[in-house]
């Protein structure tokens, strides 16, 4: 299986302050141009939430101050600008081959 | 609006069985592959199960192997989990998925539905 490892696995941060989480995967996410990697964030209370899909593109309604990068094994979800309503955990997921794998969530908090 | 709608979860026994069921709507059910994600109470998420379009084609996570039965009805745009010989480890909120824009995607409305197996 594709292992996903993030970190860190806690982070504080300060309002209006950038953030960074990093995600690496046991084997190569990229696969006919693509590169399979996603992120998601889910807010205390809710279901998760896709914000980037293929390393880096944004999902409708996802603010612009959320990024996605990364090639290969090592990708990175960046904001910009941290936000009282991004308090949640993030994943990213790798869903390039089968079984589907999560990282094990990074807690942001403010 | 696509929404997906999780229902049948509840208390079972060890041993025991339950169905899931997952209402689509706002797509076409069809033309999708659709699966099942689950979470433990306060862990991470794991994929569960996928299933292709005509239900020809089938993966499952070696935890559930030989125990739960992807499914789908294209006519009723539903898709069930049978889930037997439950476990305490089973115990988690379980979503529904599908592809969107070639990538898998959580319907960010959705509550789940909890299987706790307890005696």
């Known amino acids: 299986d594709v292992v996903m490892t993030q970190s860190p696995l806690s982070l504080p941060v300060t309002l209006g302050q950038p953030a960074s989480i990093s995600c690496t995967s046991s084997?190569?996410?990229?696969?006919?141009?693509?590169?399979?990697l996603n992120w998601f964030q889910q807010r205390p209370g809710q279901s998760p939430r896709r914000l980037i899909y293929?390393?880096?593109n944004r999902d409708s309604g996802v603010p612009d101050r959320f990024s996605g990068s990364g090639s290969g094994t090592d990708f990175t979800l960046k904001i910009s600008r941290v936000e009282a309503e991004d308090v949640g955990v993030y994943y990213c997921?790798?869903?390039?081959?089968?079984?589907?794998?999560f990282g094990q969530g990074t807690k942001l908090e403010i | 609006e696509v929404q997906l709608v999780e229902s049948g979860g509840g208390l079972v026994q060890p041993g025991g069985s339950l169905r899931l069921s997952c209402a689509a709507s706002e797509f076409t059910f069809s033309d999708y592959w659709m699966g099942w994600v689950r979470q433990a109470p306060g862990k991470g998420l794991e994929w569960v199960a996928n299933?292709?379009?005509?239900?020809?084609?089938?993966q499952y996570v070696d935890s559930v192997k030989g125990r739960f039965t992807i499914s789908r009805d294209n006519a009723k745009k539903s898709l069930y989990l049978q889930m037997n010989s439950l476990r305490a480890e089973d115990t988690a909120v379980y979503y529904c998925v599908r592809p969107n824009f070639g990538s898998w995607w959580f319907d960010p409305r959705g509550q789940g539905t909890l299987v706790t197996v307890s005696s």
């Open positions: 293929k390393l880096s």
């Open positions: 997921m790798q869903d390039k081959d089968w079984p589907h794998t």
């Open positions: 084997q190569s996410l990229v696969y006919s141009g693509n590169t399979y």
């Open positions: 299933i292709k379009q005509d239900g020809s084609e089938k």
